[in-house]
């Protein structure tokens, strides 16, 4: 029987998947995902060629768990930080950090080059991270139309064109959330 590197049997599980999930990241920082291999992936994560395939049946299976860790990780984050403040607008700066945040940490080259080279359930699988996040941004929004904070009539295009402003990273914050703030017709 091969030795665990962990005290039990799923800790040693969790402690090889978070080593494969650190390799691809930095992978992905090296070069495109179509030029990473499961076997590059394996020694950079210092396990056996094979051993990787007791984790992942494939890449496309690694992007979607680690994009799956980091989702639930990132909405941990955010929904601690959002309960710290009382309004809206606070909830909105918030956000607005968290995703920029995100934007330089965790998102790793995952654009749309990547996901043109998933397949279609894996996509949806992606997908379903990116609807958690934006049902928080709904939240918050339907928080502050409710107390008047923000003037949104079309919910749905105040998150897509909010996600955009989000786009030009290299702003400043302050900028961003000026904005943004402005756009949701909050003028305080």
């Known amino acids: 029987m091969p030795k665990i ?10 402690l090889v998947r978070r080593r494969i999930f650190d390799a691809f990241a930095t992978l992905m920082d090296e070069r495109s995902f179509d030029a990473i291999t499961m076997a590059q992936i394996a020694a950079r994560a210092d396990i056996g060629r094979t051993a ?24 941990a984050d955010l929904r601690r930080d959002l309960d710290l403040v009382p309004d809206p607008v606070a ?24 996901y043109h ?9 992606i997908h379903d991270h990116v609807a958690a996040v934006e049902e928080v941004l709904s939240e918050i929004l339907d928080e502050g139309i409710a107390e008047g904070a923000f003037r949104v009539s079309d919910r749905k295009s105040a998150i897509s064109l909010l996600h955009a402003a989000l786009a030009t990273r290299q702003l400043p914050v302050a900028s961003v959330e000026e904005f943004v703030l402005r756009g949701l017709g909050h003028m305080g």
């Open 5 to 14: 590197a962990a005290e039990t049997v799923p800790a040693h599980r969790d």
């Open 52 to 75: 990787i395939y007791h984790h992942f049946r494939d890449k496309e299976a690694v992007v979607v768990a680690f994009a799956t860790e980091e989702t639930q990780h990132y909405l």
């Open 91 to 114: 909830k909105i700066r918030v956000y607005l950090r968290h995703q920029l945040q995100a934007g330089q940490q965790f998102h790793t080259g995952m654009g749309g080059i990547l």
């Open 117 to 125: 080279l998933l397949s279609e359930e894996a996509m949806e699988k």
